[in-house]
């Protein structure tokens, strides 16, 4: 006899969820709810240790500042989360994008100074 399938009992692997897409889901799950509690730590209670606190957990966690910034100052309401994820979505493409644009341009440029000659320093 077998359980009926549930949350308890479901495997991701059967789904097609890879442990990659899965870590991005919670590390983007994490930084929604530091960035919800860090607005309002910052923006409504103006508590400076509370804040603290938070941007403490967010290094240790390892998360890039930078997204939660961005998140804190979108503009966006921050219990609106669905326009928050995309958001958050929006700025990992850019970042990623941005990236990859930056590798391949120093590629290039260093490519391209391997093929010059190397100036003389005598004037003859």
Not at 3 to 9: F, G, I, K, Q
Not at 25 to 43: D, G, M, T
Not at 66 to 73: A, Q
Not at 84 to 113: F, P, Y
Request: net charge positive; glycine share 2%.
């Amino acid at each position: 006899m077998t359980a009926p399938a549930s949350s308890c009992t479901h495997q991701a692997w059967r789904s097609g969820v890879t442990s990659a897409a899965f870590s991005a889901r919670k590390q983007q799950a994490l930084v929604l709810l530091l960035a919800q509690q860090l607005i309002e730590a910052q923006f409504e209670r103006a508590d400076r240790t509370g804040s603290e606190r938070l941007w403490q957990e967010a290094a240790a966690l390892e998360i890039d500042p930078e997204r939660i910034v961005h998140l804190m100052y979108s503009g966006l309401e921050s219990s609106d989360r669905p326009a928050l994820i995309a958001e958050d979505e929006a700025w990992i493409h850019r970042t990623t994008q941005a990236c990859q644009r930056r590798w391949s341009l120093l590629h290039l440029h260093r490519n391209r100074r391997a093929q010059r000659p190397a100036p003389s320093l005598s004037p003859a």
